[in-house]
């Protein structure tokens, strides 16, 4: 049986994974809380994997945030990624951990890269700059493994998800990504009769959204590809894989489809003096349909599910 270190596992991916590993079954879930483990600190993590052994890792630790998030905090962004993946990466491979999984995200890509992005894409232009300082971080945990791949002959692997969204997603009113922060948004917009909504940007960019569940499957399927297959589909310095749709949407139309998932009646207000950020973000996901996975998870079904979870769980996004 398997031993796997879930790192991030009460976040809204990590925990996706730990439900998805459940369900698979035939494997030894280990986790920590932060109150426990310091992610952050080197000696405390090179002490855990030397004290627990582990035959696989999945890195979805992060801190994460909305474009608010990003432009207020970025030195945390980038030294809080930087130091979790450096530390796991690093202690994974000196207590003899052979297959690891690091969870990236689609902002890597250049802001004007072209759509659909494909892997290939990485580092050959600027990035978004509302994001550059949490890109640069995932960035780095690309090379991480593929450099330790290189050298050390370890099997280190990276995902690139599109915007993701689902249970446990965070739904605070500031630091909160698109999906989560529309929906509260909307949500209280119902409950106290207002008459209308407003919406950060044009609602012109387009963006594409995958449920977390199907992340979780992704990174599972991903993880357990025989090593020649993934060999096979990526190349030893380009070894992260997109996991998405392959479908987007306005933000306008993302708008309009939560206000009918809710009930919302009013008006859609766009407040066009906010940031938009990239104009398109749609992730080429030829590659991993080739290896033989796809999303299974309409955005409408979706964001009927995800609403339902809030609804069950909303006092603990009391403000």
Known sequence: MKRIFVAGHKGMVGSAICRQLEAVGDCDILVRDRSELNLTDQAAVHNFFESNAVDQVYLAAAKVGGIMANSTYPAEFIYENLMIETNIINSAYKSGVQQLLFLGSSCIYPKMAEQPMREEALLTGVLEATNEP????KIAGIKLCESYNQQFGVDY???MPTNLYGENDNFHPENSHVIPAMMRRFHEATQNGADSVVVWGTGKPMREFLHVDDMASASVFVMNLDRETYKNNTREMLSHINVGTGIDCTIAELASTLANVIGFKGEIVFDTTKP???PRKL????????MGWEAKTSLQEGLAETYQWFLANQDRFRR
């Open 134 to 137: 949490y890109a640069i971080a």
């Open 157 to 159: 692997r990276s995902v």
């Open 276 to 278: 938009d950020g990239t």
């Open 283 to 290: 992730m080429d996901v030829s590659r991993l349909k080739a």
